[in-house]
Nanobody, 121 residues
């Protein structure tokens, strides 16, 4: 079994910053790509950023500049730093990861339950 657990969300004033964390645990042999998604009220889940195991990052074009994704492979963690928060960043943020389980063939994608970010104006 694999668990992804996000943390770091909360209520923040516009202009502030947050650092979200996500840790993967379980019988993990290796983790390939990791990513952050968000679901804003009334909208579908959208990709915020992804990062490969070698550290190559990609960002949604509309969100480039205020979001920084990083990871710590030794700790099976991925981070998302958000600066200059705006009310429209209010969303539930989810991490996901492509994981190869120990003793298994083939990778599967796992999701966390999310952490809520609320930005007040």
């Amino acid at each position: 079994q694999v668990q992804l657990v996000e943390s770091g969300g909360g209520l923040v004033q516009a202009g502030g910053s947050l650092r979200l964390s996500c840790v993967a645990s379980g019988s993990i042999a290796s983790i390939d790509d990791m990513a952050w998604y968000r679901r804003t009220p009334g909208n579908q889940r959208e990709l915020v950023a992804s990062i490969s195991s070698s550290g190559s990052a990609n960002y949604a074009d509309s969100l480039r500049g205020r979001f920084t994704i990083s990871r710590d492979n030794a700790k099976n963690m991925v981070y998302l730093e958000i600066v200059t928060l705006k009310p429209e960043d209010t969303a539930r943020y989810y991490c996901n990861a492509d994981i190869l389980l120990s003793g298994r063939r083939g990778r599967s994608t796992y999701w966390g339950r999310g952490t809520q970010v609320t930005v007040s104006s």
